[in-house]
């Protein structure tokens, strides 16, 4: 198992460029299932989850060939409609096969993704929008089996809100079962991310008929069949927001390029109020270096709001703020894990009911830490690089679900990050490529 040891408080400079957004990526490559012609996905970051992603569709009988970051695809076969647990255990995000499986094939046979380190991750709301379409859906040996009825599925009226809101990749699976659906289907309560508009923009390229993605009602007429996918991703917002923080919390001048700054207002947004000064220019953030942060209070929320997955990286910024500063999670209550190991690096942290306050300290301190899940990873390393001495984070394997060649990309910059393996040597993170 690999770590990072990080040498803290070095100036950064420089520019850093996004990957395409992973997210974005794991949806999109599902929909290959849902058309008989070869297709092609670019800007496809090289992660981990997208190797797992490829995996799956692998045994759903899809050929895939990468070359850099593009992903060629082709369905050869369509015998096998199973999804293992294998390798849904691995990656929840392996549920969005789901929606694509039942449209083009009338079944799928998907393993119930088990519990997740931050909370609870239910996905009733996937169910209950293809049971909707007319799917029968029955849950038995820690499977979904989901079939469409005799005269396939048929467009229907969905309010897919839960006590949470909106959930994404139950969005994505609804919107593609609705794609090749009999009339039309209103999604309401939609999920609004960015992911979402991508996913459908993609389905849209290739014969769908969808409007309002973006919004909170998305309608969807469907159509007999779907044409080849060429389609690029978007970048990922998540990546650009945690290196806009790398750049905060060491005050240095860095550029984040290839980047979609309208993907990120709440978050820039908060920055804003806690001092940080980011410009913008095109698809170009710099962080331009200033004053201690102030502490600033914010929620996490669905989107447009602030992130859930941008909040432990903006923990670590408010953990040396000057001030107190608390995060309410409205999307996973449970999702501090990060805290436990920035207080080992002397941050000041209470959790409580979904809320966590924050008492911004001078200095953080290098501590041995270990990552959690991929979001608290990134906070570890963008802590590491403010600590003053050594940070030793171990478990990065959870870092490369999200994050390509973060440390490599991170020295460009400046950083003193080293990956060693176990057995002390340095090792490099091609392998999750
Ligand atoms: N929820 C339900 N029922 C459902 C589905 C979700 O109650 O059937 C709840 C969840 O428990 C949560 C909320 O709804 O409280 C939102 O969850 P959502 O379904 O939107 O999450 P997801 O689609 O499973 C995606 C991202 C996550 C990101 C969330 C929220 C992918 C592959 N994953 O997950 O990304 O945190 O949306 O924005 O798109 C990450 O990249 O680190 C990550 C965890």
Redesign the pocket.
Same mark, same amino acid.
């Given at each position: 198992m690999d770590s990072f040891v990080i040498k803290g408080r070095q100036r950064l400079s420089g520019s850093i460029a996004v990957s395409g957004s992973?997210?974005s990526a794991?949806?999109i490559l599902a929909v290959s299932i849902m058309t008989g012609e070869a297709c092609r996905f670019g800007n496809i970051p090289l992660l981990r989850d997208i190797q797992t992603q490829v995996k799956i569709l692998n045994t759903l009988g899809v050929e895939s060939v990468w070359k850099g970051r593009e992903v060629r695809t082709q369905v050869k076969d369509t015998y096998n409609s199973t999804a293992p647990y294998e390798l849904v255990k691995q990656m929840?995000?392996g549920v969005?096969v789901l929606g694509p499986l039942l449209a083009a094939r009338g079944e799928a046979i998907v393993s119930l993704p088990g519990g997740c380190v931050? &909370? #609870?991750?239910?996905?009733?709301?996937?169910l209950k929008g293809l049971e909707a379409l007319g799917a029968e859906i029955t849950l038995e040996h820690g499977n979904i089996h989901a079939k469409t009825p005799k005269g396939g599925l048929k467009g229907a009226e969905i309010y897919l809100g &839960?006590?949470? &809101?909106?959930?994404?990749?139950?969005t994505d699976n609804v919107m593609c079962a609705a794609v090749m659906a009999k009339g039309t289907t209103v999604i309401e309560c939609a999920?609004c #991310?960015p992911?979402v508009v991508d996913l459908a923009n993609c389905l849209i390229a290739m014969g769908a008929k969808i409007e309002g993605a973006g919004s909170p009602r998305i309608t969807i007429h469907g159509v007999k069949k779907l044409k080849a996918a060429d389609w690029n991703v978007i970048p990922d917002r998540?990546e650009a927001a945690t290196f806009v923080v790398a750049g905060a919390i060491t005050q240095s001048p860095i550029s984040i390029t290839g980047c979609r700054p309208d993907h990120l207002l709440a978050f820039l947004d908060v920055l804003r109020q806690s001092g940080v000064v980011v410009e913008r220019k095109g698809s170009t953030l710099k962080v331009v270096p200033g004053a201690r942060p102030k502490a600033t209070d914010f929620v996490t929320l669905?989107y447009p709001a602030f992130?859930?997955?941008c909040q432990a990286q903006t923990m670590a910024l408010m953990a040396i703020a000057d001030g107190t500063s608390t995060i309410t999670e409205r999307?996973?209550p449970e999702r501090f894990m990060a805290a436990a190991e920035l207080k080992r690096m002397g941050a000041k942290i209470s959790v409580a009911n979904g809320t966590a306050v924050i008492q911004g300290v001078d200095k953080l301190s290098g501590a041995e830490v270990m990552a959690s899940?991929?979001?608290a990873s990134a906070a570890l390393v963008i802590a590491g690089l403010a600590a003053e001495g050594e940070t030793r984070i171990s478990r990065v394997y959870h870092i490369d679900r &999200?994050y390509e060649r973060i440390e490599e990309r991170l020295r460009k910059l400046g950083a003193k990050i080293q990956r060693q393996s176990v057995g002390g040597e340095e090792t490099t993170a091609a392998a999750v490529g």
């Open positions: 992973k997210n794991l949806p929840r995000a969005c931050i &909370g #609870e991750r239910p996905i009733d709301l996937h &839960g006590k949470f &809101g909106s959930s994404v990749l139950a999920a #991310e992911e998540i669905p992130a859930t997955d999307i996973y899940d991929l979001r &999200g």
